[in-house]
């Protein structure tokens, strides 16, 4: 009888000693959970794609086990990153076009085209990038010069913002348009009484680009995917799409081709895509989630677009525009606040975010936690920071350190106190959304960090930081770009912290973002980037 009690004590004690077995064990980590304390931790494991402890090392080498140990040391890891506002399909669709980005003269962009059209000999040249205010003269381009290289094949050359389009003859006669062409919305820039190809927001409408086909598309979201998972990106959010886009995703992500999560915003641009989802309802998978509508307010500030309460300062009488009417806005607003959907709408002028915040907060009245977000949220009347309180900013700090150079130049000194005021946003709210506006600014998310807290460009100008009393902190950029951005997105109860029972999205980190020198974040790097506890980088 000893004997089998002896026995029966032996066994309890290996059975109490018995590890659980996990898929994978990361250990010796600097890893910020982002949790409600913002807490670190050394280790944590996960099982079957999600988080199951986090802890010590020791705490979590004591009770699991894993065939897959991963010692990180010492290395600093965050959870996977997330950009709340970009432009994914586009920019992957965009590698298989003419690369603009960076030129630095109109010259230059001649250069690539032709060294573009000697590779592809395409029917219809497309190409996107440019930007005027990076060249030694800062005026927008005129068609002279592509209707001589490209008499007979069409050019549309979109600009960095995508709020601005130039076009040679070519494409003019295939569009039909003239001088003369009504366009509400918008603008046909003209000089000397003549196009000088240069469209703006609505008249880019105009131009009939050929259809891309499916198969570039996938090409496209995969490259994209490609790099986003490169920088640490695990979810992107699409600032508007459209139905067969989000449809063709959904598919590729079933057949496990596509592995990034996509927040698709669908487009809103187009009633009947507005009733098709709110009849559908909000649709949700674990890469997947179809709940927002993007809705454009009005254009950019690069391209005089945005819309403005008073004149812009360096062009007369000039004031910018609303994409739609005060009223059509009014309907949109209606039918989403009616259903479960969020609003998400593009606004940059201080006359936009004054026109949206008002009509959001008349058709949500007291409703909580609809969680409606302004985009760009750019230039803010001193008045208007108020309606921010229940509205959510989301911000992408690289316009910040793009625009500093001439923005004031754009709007006068006094309206630049409440532009790029990500602060100010954040006081009023609590929360903000980080984002990149990708193409429109570089993929890279580590420049995201650096121009939230820093508010610098990567020459270290200006010395003392761009209008600093509004820079985020570290922790708050941090958040910008998980937590808060998971939060944006209705997901922050599985994504945007290291924590159990979420998924087990999370980035090695070649350095200490949070602690390095300021001028060292820009050369933060991904050693390694985890999606369901899968590396796919």
């Known amino acids: 009888m000893k004997k089998i009690f002896s026995i029966l004590i032996l066994l309890l004690i290996l059975i109490s000693c018995q590890k659980e077995k996990v898929d994978s064990i990361v250990i010796n980590a600097n890893a910020y959970t982002v949790n409600n304390t913002f807490d670190k931790a050394e280790a944590f494991a996960i099982k079957e794609g999600k988080f199951v402890a986090v802890g010590s090392t020791k705490e979590i080498q004591d009770k699991y086990d894993s065939d897959n140990i991963i010692d990180a040391k010492n290395q600093t890891i965050v959870p996977g990153l997330i950009d709340a506002h970009c432009h994914f399909l586009r920019f992957g669709t965009g590698l298989q076009t003419a690369d603009l980005n960076g030129t630095k003269s109109y010259d230059e962009i001649l250069e690539r085209l032709v060294a573009f059209q000697k590779e592809k000999n395409a029917a219809f040249i497309k190409g996107r990038g440019w930007d005027q205010n990076d060249w030694e003269i ?35 006669d295939l569009a039909s348009i003239t001088k003369n062409t009504k366009v509400s919305g918008g603008e046909i820039i003209t000089k000397n009484g003549e196009m000088t190809g240069v469209l703006i927001d609505a008249a880019m409408d105009f131009i009939k680009f050929p259809e891309t086909t499916k198969q570039e598309t996938i090409q496209g979201l995969l490259d994209a995917q490609d790099i986003c998972f490169s920088y640490g990106l695990t979810t992107v959010d699409d600032a508007g799409l459209d139905q067969k886009h989000i449809e063709l995703i959904d598919s590729l992500q079933k057949a496990n081709q596509l592995k990034m999560r996509v927040y698709a915003m669908v487009s809103g641009d187009k009633q009947k895509q507005i009733d098709y989802y709110i009849n559908k309802g909000i649709y949700k998978t674990d890469y997947l989630n179809v709940r927002s509508f993007k809705v454009y307010g009005d254009g950019a500030l690069g391209s005089r677009g945005a819309a403005m309460r008073e004149s812009y300062s360096d062009r007369d009488n000039h004031f910018g525009a609303l994409i739609y009417s005060p009223e059509r806005y009014q309907e949109i607003a209606r039918q989403i606040a009616a259903s479960e959907f969020q609003m998400n709408t593009h606004a940059i002028g201080d006359s936009a975010n004054t026109w949206l915040t008002k009509t959001y907060k008349e058709v949500l009245k007291d409703a909580k936690n609809r969680r409606w977000r302004i985009e760009h949220a750019q230039i803010i009347s001193a008045e208007d920071f108020k309606n921010f ?21 754009r709007i006068g000194a006094e309206r630049m106190k409440g532009a790029y005021a990500f ?30 807290a820093i508010r610098k460009d990567l020459n270290n100008f200006p010395k003392d930081g761009f209008q600093m009393e509004n820079a985020l902190s570290r922790e708050e950029t941090l958040k910008g770009m998980t937590i808060w951005a998971a939060y944006s997105n209705f997901e922050e109860n599985e994504k945007g912290s290291i924590e159990v029972g979420k998924f087990a999205d999370f980035v090695i980190l070649n350095q200490n973002i949070m602690e390095v020198k300021g001028d060292k974040i820009p050369k933060t790097k991904a050693v390694a980037t985890y999606l369901n506890g899968e590396k796919v980088f």
Do not use: C
């Open 138 to 172: 800062k005026e927008f381009p005129t068609k002279e010069k592509l209707d001589k290289l490209f008499p007979n094949t069409p050019v549309a050359l979109t600009r960095v913002d995508g709020h601005a389009l130039l076009v040679n003859q070519a494409a003019i």
């Open 389 to 409: 309180d229940n509205i959510l900013p989301s911000i992408q700090p690289t316009h910040a350190t793009s625009d500093m150079y001439w923005a004031e130049d």
């Open 423 to 452: 602060k100010d946003l954040l006081k009023e709210y609590g929360k903000v959304a980080l984002g990149t506006d990708f193409p429109v600014e570089q993929v890279n998310p580590f420049l995201t960090f650096y121009a939230s």
